[in-house]
């Protein structure tokens, strides 16, 4: 799903470039939900890991 960030960034950056602001405003937004929620998951994951709490296969 990090792909999904990546492409709505570049997506908002060319709308930059061309001036489209409405489709500019509406994608970086979108990047930047993805980017924070999948920072939290990120965050989440790691302290689980450190604590030693994972999942058995």
């Known amino acids: ?4 960030a990546i492409i709505f960034a570049i997506i908002s950056f ?4 061309f001036g489209f602001r409405s489709t ?3 994608t ?4 930047k939900f993805l980017f924070f929620l999948f920072a939290l998951i990120t ?3 790691l302290v689980l890991g450190l604590l030693g709490i994972g ?3």
Not at 1 to 4: A, C
Request: charged fraction near 5%; avoid cysteine.
């Open 43 to 45: 965050l989440v994951l």
């Open 28 to 31: 970086a937004s979108i990047a």
């Open 24 to 26: 500019s405003a509406g």
């Open 14 to 17: 060319i709308s930059g470039v």
């Open 55 to 57: 999942v058995v296969a």
């Open 1 to 4: 799903m990090l792909k999904w």
